[in-house]
């Protein structure tokens, strides 16, 4: 095993735990609620957004305790994202993360709300005293409006909202880079943001920081397509071959400009946490991952 | 038109420029996605819930102008649970305020999608410096927490999962109570109260303004149950007598006994909120509003 591997290894346990204690402190819920809920959170995703906010967070110095509830809220939020898509009125998906979906073990009334939810209790979770009690409400405050924005509509639901519209339609190079900026790269970047504003970053640092976490989120969603175009289910993890009628970077730019892309931003993510020094390491080697994971 | 009559319309006319000055706060949304959610926030709802924040604030003698966004942001989450409810795999509604429903306008996609948007972009607003900066930090964070648990699987969405799994079964009175506290009492207890909050309520005054919602919430959910009963579709501006398989108070309790508990509720609401005096007339006024709407 790897050092980075066996660092995902310790930062998945760990926010695993919190995850959990998130889940403990839920007092009056439906059975079959928490049942959607925790299936999909607890099903062996790669926990890359808060990982790669803790990673930025450490990077800087400081410690990510204080930083664990709002990772977990954010893998809260892709996790209803995920629910969503799959919808047989959006994605029509069964297979996620080696699993039966949401809406085929639940059912399609509960996968909505258990979406819902977790949506919703990512927010609560964030201004939850028990959780965030050692962070000022100021910087809260900040990072919920971070997040807020790079999950709505100006963000990951817009992004949505253009890849369901432009399904099965010519599209173009202009439309297949706003689906990613917006339905992936925002919400990655935003972890890496609120990873460097735990991490008390300096103005000028969270600039290099953000230039980082778009490079590392344009990279995961067309290595996303390139998956999807040559990857095999078993290792996948969800169906493929199914973006066919979908705009992805493959059809507008061909794989092999697409694989030059990738290996582009993660070059440049790389430079971007230079000023790093040695501490630059992990987020180096995240990078790397994203853009070879699967391939 | 009474006193009443044109305080609602004065209020409803000052959350709808309000809500307009939010939905001019998005820059780059797909125009399908504010389409869909104007559709349903510009719909001629009753606006009860922000109403009731700000009717609440100005009873403690404090201006309800900091208050706005929040109100509107109750709305915003009002407004998302309709559409989610209506969905074919929900409540399967065709009609809602008298105008089709959002997945028949838009689709079932987009209707998700608006709902999911409306939810985020309701905590988007709170945290928003540019609509709360009057407003401490330590006070945006209790309110999203008020907000957030009312709205989440311990509230709303907890509610509704329990509407939807009893719907067609034996059902008891403990579960109609269930759904009426956490479908539709829980956000409009947290309309009250955070109506309370940014008037600067005292702790004691909290509790006699928490009772008061309680009530008048409990009250909302039995007079909707009595207008699906007996009422008619144009007045109501939604599908009637679609609720014979669903677990409502009617079924529970009886018509009669339904009717008497609306009004016990009206008659405790007013007395919880005597301590106000010569201020708790409106207060009072939109509990008899509630307990009567329609009928």
Same mark, same amino acid.
């Given at each position: 095993?790897?050092?980075?591997?066996?660092?995902?290894?310790?930062? #998945?346990?760990?926010?695993?735990?919190?995850?959990?204690?998130?889940?403990?402190?839920?007092?009056? /819920?439906?059975?079959?609620?928490?049942?959607?809920?925790?299936?999909?959170?607890?099903?062996?995703?790669?926990?890359?957004?808060?990982?790669?906010?803790?990673?930025?967070?450490?990077?800087?110095?400081?410690?990510?305790?204080?930083?664990?509830?709002?990772?977990?809220? /954010?893998?809260?939020?892709?996790?209803?994202?995920?629910?969503?898509?799959?919808?047989?009125?959006?994605?029509?998906?069964?297979?996620?993360?080696?699993?039966?979906?949401?809406?085929?073990?639940?059912?399609?009334?509960?996968?909505?709300?258990?979406?819902?939810?977790?949506?919703?209790?990512?927010?609560?979770?964030?201004?939850?005293?028990?959780?965030?009690?050692? $962070?000022?409400?100021?910087?809260?405050?900040?990072?919920?409006?971070?997040?807020?924005?790079?999950?709505?509509?100006?963000?990951? $639901?817009?992004?949505?909202?253009?890849?369901?519209?432009?399904?099965?339609?010519?599209?173009?190079?202009?439309?297949?880079?706003?689906?990613?900026?917006?339905?992936?790269?925002?919400?990655?970047?935003?972890?890496? #943001?609120?990873?460097?504003?735990?991490?008390?970053?300096?103005?000028?640092?969270?600039?290099?920081?953000? #230039?980082?976490?778009?490079?590392?989120?344009?990279?995961?969603?067309?290595?996303?397509?390139?998956?999807?175009?040559?990857?095999?289910?078993?290792?996948?993890?969800?169906?493929?071959?199914?973006?066919?009628?979908?705009?992805?970077?493959?059809?507008?730019?061909?794989?092999?400009?697409?694989?030059?892309?990738?290996?582009?931003? $993660?070059?440049?993510?790389?430079?971007?946490?230079?000023?790093?020094?040695? #501490?630059?390491?992990?987020?180096?080697?995240?990078?790397?991952?994203?853009?070879?994971?699967?391939?």
């Amino acid at each position: 095993m790897t050092d980075l591997q066996s660092y995902l290894k310790e930062k #998945r346990l760990l926010i695993d735990n919190t995850l959990r204690e998130i889940f403990a402190s839920f007092k009056d /819920i439906p059975g079959i609620l928490r049942d959607s809920m925790e299936y999909m959170v607890f099903s062996n995703g790669k926990k890359i957004r808060p990982i790669l906010a803790i990673a930025t967070c450490e990077s800087l110095g400081k410690p990510a305790d204080k930083l664990l509830p709002f990772a977990c809220a /954010i893998e809260m939020i892709h996790t209803y994202s995920l629910i969503h898509d799959d919808l047989p009125s959006i994605d029509n998906d069964d297979l996620r993360r080696g699993r039966p979906t949401c809406h085929k073990v639940f059912g399609e009334a509960i996968a909505v709300l258990a979406g819902d939810a977790l949506l919703t209790e990512a927010f609560r979770v964030m201004s939850d005293k028990r959780f965030t009690e050692m $962070v000022s409400p100021r910087i809260v405050q900040k990072i919920i409006f971070e997040i807020a924005h790079a999950a709505g509509a100006e963000g990951m $639901v817009g992004g949505q909202v253009v890849d369901v519209i432009y399904n099965g339609q010519t599209g173009s190079k202009a439309v297949v880079n706003y689906i990613h900026a917006h339905k992936t790269c925002a919400l990655i970047t935003a972890s890496v #943001r609120v990873g460097a504003m735990i991490g008390e970053a300096k103005s000028k640092e969270l600039r290099y920081l953000t #230039r980082y976490g778009e490079c590392v989120g344009r990279a995961f969603q067309i290595v996303d397509d390139i998956l999807d175009y040559e990857g095999d289910e078993k290792v996948v993890g969800k169906r493929v071959r199914k973006d066919k009628e979908k705009q992805t970077y493959i059809k507008h730019y061909g794989l092999a400009n697409s694989k030059e892309e990738v290996a582009k931003l $993660v070059e440049e993510a790389k430079r971007s946490v230079q000023f790093l020094g040695e #501490r630059s390491e992990i987020l180096k080697e995240l990078a790397t991952y994203i853009g070879t994971r699967n391939l």
